[in-house]
């Protein structure tokens, strides 16, 4: 089916413009003595801008042909595992195809490990692969290769690729750059007692610019988002769903995937998830799926496990299942073949079950209403303790200040505006910079040290309004004041506002 949809395409579009590309696939063949019998074959790739080539890793046969490492049976030759692949790997639609597929951009290399018991050997085959660009797609081609393969031999091999590419013995392979040793985030986990049997699960991810981690929530057909799964218990239950925060979250275009997407450009990002524990003797455990990406390429997903015993305050991240949490070995599982094809297509047509009635929408409030709703709040404010007694003081601060009505209209308008602007200035930074928190005010609000620092200066002026001592202001203060009187009316304005 494949190659008869192929064959449809090149007679209708691409024959007339084959001979007018020049092939804008370029390899380049080597290999590498592991010790031993054992080489490792690299193919390099270079690809001209615009032009891409398929994954090997391509989920059916309905769409383009596979890039493929095809080598010639001999007698004591040996394949060790499967192929890899690296370099500027997108994942996402195809125009041409019309459908998701996983496509190599720009460069990248193909690896084959393989266990040879000649000494020389020389080792033969072909590359299969598919060039296309937003528009059209030329003809599958095969390109051939020779290695001569020796232990006591050059590291690299002076043989022909295609019949026109020259191996580059100087130029570093794309792979030693590929990433550092590992994955470049790291995690970690602890857990907090809030108290009335709750529990904060807070989960930490460490890394540093150029690389970055996806956000939970994004759309589909980009990258994969940063995933919790928790295993299910009787024990616990959680409240709400996992939050996230960042040293600074994006959200915008992303140059990979090309599409706007939310990620967190710096580290440390924190999830949070809330739990309600029954028993805190037993452990609450889970694991995340995660992808890492720098500014031109992404890192396969990788999966890390927690677990944490609110009884103890004990918390661990691991690599590998815990032996408790064997679940979720069985959910990675299908992360990587949703990642890299084997499963069929979800029949949407006729799904396995019937969806929860969703929840009623919610009706978006007007201007109008909500101003007349904060209206009545602010009069009913009037009547709190804190806000009662300020009334005297206000209209008197205006009446007996002003030598007519005209200037006590003007300042009170002053008034007004200046709390307006109060109000304006503090909620500027979070429209200006995504780093700052929203909730920071609360957090200054109920600072412990902020507010003892409250707590003391209250104390000095009680004891003074009870006469032990007198709060005065220096003389110098007042003469400046008095000599810029008009200045001084109008900050007093402000300052009463604020």
Request: with cysteine.
């Amino acid at each position: 089916m494949k190659y008869l949809l192929l064959l449809a395409t090149f007679i209708s579009s691409s024959f007339s413009l084959i001979g007018q590309f020049a092939n804008p696939v370029t390899w380049e063949a080597d290999w590498k003595h592991l010790g031993g019998d054992e080489y490792e074959l690299i193919f390099k790739v270079e690809i001209d801008p615009g032009w891409n080539i398929y994954s090997q890793f391509l989920e059916g046969d309905d769409g383009p042909v596979a890039t493929q490492i095809q080598i010639d049976a001999q007698s004591g030759l040996e394949l060790i595992g499967d192929p890899t692949e690296e370099g500027t790997i997108k994942k996402g639609y195809d125009s041409v195809f019309e459908m998701d597929v996983i496509k190599i951009f720009n460069s990248g290399i193909l690896r084959q490990r393989v266990k040879t018991s000649a000494n020389p050997a020389t080792i033969k085959g072909y590359i299969t692969y598919m060039v296309c660009n937003e528009e059209m797609c030329l003809p599958p081609t095969d390109s051939e290769f020779t290695l001569n393969l020796s232990p006591d031999g050059p590291s690299t091999d002076e043989s022909l690729l295609g019949g026109d590419a020259l191996i580059d013995t100087e130029a570093p392979l794309l792979g030693d750059n590929i990433a550092p040793a590992g994955n470049p985030v790291s995690w970690s986990t602890t857990i907090e007692d809030l108290g009335n049997q709750e529990y904060l699960l807070k989960i930490t991810a460490e890394f540093q610019p150029p690389w970055t981690i996806y956000s939970q929530f994004i759309e589909e057909d980009g990258p994969i988002p940063t995933t919790f799964t928790y295993n299910e218990a009787e024990y616990y239950t959680l409240i709400d769903s996992t939050e996230e925060s960042g040293k600074k979250i994006k959200d915008g275009y992303d140059a990979i995937f090309g599409i706007d997407v939310k990620k967190i450009v710096e580290g440390p990002a924190v999830f949070t998830q809330k739990v309600k524990v029954t028993d805190p003797q037993q452990w609450i455990s889970g694991d995340l799926m995660f992808m890492t990406c720098d500014d031109e390429q992404c890192l396969p997903p990788a999966y890390r496990y927690f677990r944490a015993r609110p009884a103890t305050l004990e918390a661990e991240m691991s690599s590998e299942p815990f032996s408790e949490t064997k679940a979720a070995t069985t959910q990675v599982s299908d992360a990587i073949v949703t990642l890299y094809g084997d499963l069929t297509k979800p029949d949407l047509g006729n799904p396995l079950g019937t969806c929860q009635t969703a929840p009623p929408e919610v009706k978006q409030s007007s201007m109008g209403r909500i101003f007349f709703l904060g209206f009545i709040g602010g009069l009913i404010a009037l009547l709190t303790p804190c806000v009662f007694p300020m009334i005297p003081l206000t209209v008197s601060f205006f009446t007996k200040r002003s030598a007519n009505r005209s200037k006590g209209v003007t300042n009170a308008t002053l008034y007004a505006g200046f709390i307006v602007l109060v109000y304006l200035l503090l909620s500027a930074p979070f429209h200006l910079l995504d780093s700052v928190s929203p909730d920071i005010l609360n957090q200054i609000s109920t600072n412990v040290w902020l507010n003892l620092g409250f707590f003391v200066i209250f104390l000095v002026f009680a004891f003074s309004f009870f006469g032990y001592f007198e709060i005065a202001l220096p003389a110098s203060w007042t003469n400046k004041s008095t000599q810029a009187e008009g200045i001084g009316g109008l900050l007093g304005i402000f300052f009463m506002a604020l």
